[in-house]
């Protein structure tokens, strides 16, 4: 993956599995990485797990004076900043039965997070050649969902960030572009089954072309394609990687017409 090597990366929410498989991605070709999150447990094991050149650093994002830490700490250990990914999120949700406090909880992370790390990074990141931000949206942010409302809306308003801040950055040489996973594998997911991966395949597959959930390595490719060399003239997309979730629409990977004949 060329233009990752050398490089630095900060990654928030590295202590979830996606967030750890992104690390990881970068880490793999050649980049240093700062693992960002509240989660220490599970942020100190991703990071050991990878070893020299990956370093934990605990960060709550809705507190601006840890996220200037988390810069000042990856300006010390490696030099500046090349790469941010926004990827730290808050799965609060009730839908209309959510209090403001739950909203503003909800923005503070998902969105207000991204934008004031964005904001701490710049003056390393401007002017720094192949700098790259990745944002996480959602296949959530563009369809409706039963009973989620704060997820959804807070990703959608996430996909706008990154076209205002792709127009906003590029003066600077900042690429800005989001990726909106479909269902991958996950803490949530893993809990919810009892660790049955086959299952969850099983429940995912008529929501998506291949049938399957996602693995988080695949999403972390995505993410260090984006920053790379080869996504040079890519800035202001969404890059969905949901197995065709969002290609289906309304519809099923299951033909319907035959369920009328039953």
């Known amino acids: 993956m060329d233009g990752i090597h050398g490089k630095v990366a900060i990654v928030t929410g590295a202590s979830t599995l996606i967030g750890a498989a992104v690390a990881a991605a970068f880490h793999r070709y050649g980049a240093k990485v700062i693992l960002a999150d509240i989660d220490e447990a599970r942020g100190r094991e991703a990071a050991s797990a990878l070893g020299e050149g990956a370093t934990f650093v605990r960060t709550d994002i809705t507190k601006d004076e840890e996220i200037q830490s988390c810069v000042q700490r990856a300006i010390e250990l490696y030099g500046g900043v090349d790469f941010l990914v926004n990827l730290a999120c808050s799965y609060i949700d009730d839908g209309i039965q959510a209090s403001r406090s739950d909203w503003h909880a909800s923005y503070d992370v998902n969105v207000v997070g991204a934008v004031m790390m964005t904001k701490a990074c710049l003056p390393q990141m401007a002017g720094r050649e192949g700098a790259a931000i ?48 479909g269902w991958t594998w996950s803490r949530v997911m893993d809990e919810l089954t009892q660790g049955d991966r086959a299952k969850t395949d099983r429940v995912a597959a008529p929501f998506h072309l291949l049938r399957r959930t996602g693995d988080p390595e695949e999403v972390g490719e995505a993410v260090v394609f984006l920053c790379s060399r080869h996504a040079s003239f890519i800035t202001g997309a969404d890059l969905p990687v949901d197995g065709g979730y969002s290609a289906m629409g309304p519809e099923q990977a299951e033909a319907a017409i035959p369920r009328l004949c039953e």
């Open 134 to 181: 990745v944002n996480f949206s959602s296949i959530s942010a563009r369809v409706a969902q039963t009973g989620r409302w704060l997820y959804p809306v807070t990703k959608a308003a996430v996909a706008q960030l990154t076209r205002n801040m792709a127009m906003d950055l590029a003066p600077e040489g900042i690429r800005v572009n989001s990726v909106s996973p």
